[in-house]
């Protein structure tokens, strides 16, 4: 039992680090600020959650188990509302989305700045 515990801790643990390896990676080669935070937040969010469910399988402790829900639980609540303010503010203070983006859908919501 304990070694099928440490293998399964294992592979969360390269998953998780391999989708904060694709956060970090879609930080530095995507074009805009809008791209660059949906990579940190979705795929951020994603990795250290899945980080946090291998501490709890590892730990086996009901107090660490329910914490590392607890923080599973706070990140997805926490990053996407986040993410999504930041970008708003960002569009609000005149950052614009890239060529690439097919359809500006604040540009009628968003009043320019005088």
Do not use: Q, W
């Not at 995507?30 to 469910?53: E, F, N, P």
């Amino acid at each position: 039992m304990n070694a099928a515990v440490e293998i399964i801790t294992g592979i969360m643990l390269v998953i998780g680090a391999s989708f904060a390896l694709v956060a970090s990676i879609g930080i530095i080669r995507l074009k805009d600020v809008y791209m660059r935070m949906h990579a940190a937040s979705k795929a951020g969010t994603l990795g250290s959650g899945v980080m946090l469910l291998a501490l709890a399988v590892h730990a086996g402790d009901l107090a660490v188990v329910t914490r590392a829900i607890a923080g599973v639980v706070f990140f997805l609540l926490t990053a996407p509302i986040s993410a999504h303010l930041l970008a708003k503010a960002a569009y609000a203070a005149g950052y614009r989305p890239c060529a690439d983006t097919k359809e500006d859908a604040l540009a009628k919501t968003v009043r320019p700045k005088s």
